[in-house]
């Protein structure tokens, strides 16, 4: 994910989809300085509110939320900063201040315009659409790099880009999913490090995080959530306990599911909302090593019954994850290359490694053409 974020309190996030873009300091300095500005200005408290909506939205029918959000835990900031939305004068405003702070920090503030071109080079090989995260929150029309280009000044040049030093700190630098976290295969859900897996309803989408993993129907009408916390508890006071957590929630009864090899218990449960219809829920809860592995799933008590097997076989497929072939992904690393100045940047990809539906990523990362040659002894950017 290409992004940069920033949380009330002043800590602001860049994700390595970002850092891989980045070719300088300098570039660092600037988003970082634009992120600032958005606190500094006080522009994510304002937004807050608007956007929790929206991200609970985002994820699944509107008829789920309440649920939806006690059983994720959406009553946090962090996750929700992600998804949101400045207006057009917010990032004028921060990027104003995104430049003076990299110049005041001694950094030419005229790499952004470097970095907004790759940034709309990499939006537009996508389509617009695989970008979730810098793109969608930081609308970056050519008015925007228009504005930025006007605030420069001719001293600018003098200030320090730092190529080099920042490339060495990104070589190595995991780059796309790391599937030791977890990844999507065929179908199912693997987690080397935690060794489980389980199958996916067909057609659903998946949303992989460090604290869960949410999956929603195509119709966004029922979600599943997979969870895992350490305790010794008993697994059918576990599951009630999750359950009370959860406003309206009345216990309809058991389901004596079995999963092969591990102690589980399925629970079924009618959830009255404040505001939207009843939601079914169903809770699994599984033990494996010292972890319970919960799975939640809901939808309205209209759609409940077209779910639910869908919900328990995705449950009763959950198994301890042993075969090395799915234990051992490698995650993909970016790295360095210095030219020779005789290949092509595509020669360079090619004899290196580069994996061919990456290369115009590749080189986009390396702001070039496939077909230009970078000069002797320029760093080169390659993804392994
Ligand atoms: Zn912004």
């Known amino acids: 994910m290409v992004n940069a974020f920033a949380v009330p309190g002043g800590y602001v996030y860049v994700t390595r989809g970002i850092l891989a873009l980045m070719g300088s300091e300098a570039e660092l300095a600037v988003v970082l300085g634009h992120e600032l500005g958005h606190v500094n200005a006080r522009h994510s408290i304002r937004r807050m509110s608007e956007m929790m909506l929206a991200q609970i939205g985002l994820i699944v029918g509107s008829a789920l939320s309440e649920t ?3 059983v994720a835990g959406l009553a946090g900031v962090g996750v929700q900063l992600l998804f949101l939305k400045y207006s057009r004068d917010d990032e004028r405003q921060a990027d104003a201040l995104g430049v003076e702070y990299a110049r005041k920090g001694v950094y030419n503030p005229g790499e952004m315009v470097a970095f907004f071109g790759s940034l709309q080079k990499l939006g537009d090989l996508s389509g617009g ?3 979730p995260g810098f793109l969608s929150t930081h609308p970056l029309t050519s008015q925007r790099i228009e504005k ?5 000044t001719a001293s600018d040049q003098t200030l320090e880009v730092k190529e080099r030093p920042y490339l060495m700190r990104v070589d190595g630098l995991i780059y796309g999913d790391d599937p030791r976290q977890g990844f999507v295969e065929a179908g199912r859900f693997y987690h080397p490090e935690m060794a489980f897996t389980f199958s996916i309803p067909k057609g659903w989408k998946v949303i992989n995080t460090p604290a869960q993993v949410v999956l929603s129907s195509p ?5 599943l959530v997979l969870q895992a916390e350490k305790t010794t508890e008993d697994l059918s006071a576990y599951a009630r306990k999750k359950a009370d957590q959860i406003q309206g929630s009345q216990f309809v009864g058991d389901d004596n599911l079995k999963i092969p090899g591990l102690a589980s218990v399925h629970q079924v449960y009618k959830v009255n909302q404040q505001q939207g219809g009843a939601i079914g829920l169903r809770l699994s809860a599984i033990r494996k090593g010292e972890l319970v592995y919960t799975f939640s799933a809901m939808a309205g008590s209209s759609d409940f019954s077209r779910f639910n097997e869908e919900f328990r076989g995705s449950a009763q497929s959950f198994a301890h994850l042993s075969d090395p072939a799915y234990l051992n992904r490698r995650p993909r690393e970016l790295r ?3 030219a020779n100045g005789r290949q092509t ?3 360079i990809f090619s004899s290196s490694g580069v994996s061919k539906d990456l290369w115009p990523s590749v080189a986009i990362l390396n702001g ?9 002894g320029q760093l080169v950017k390659v993804v392994r």
């Open 345 to 347: 940047l595509q020669e």
């Open 219 to 223: 119709d966004e009408k029922a979600a």
């Open 336 to 338: 360095l290359i210095e």
């Open 68 to 70: 939806f959000a006690q």
């Open 148 to 152: 930025v280009k006007q605030m420069l």
């Open 129 to 131: 659409h695989a970008l």
């Open 368 to 376: 070039m053409e496939l077909g230009a040659k970078p000069p002797q």
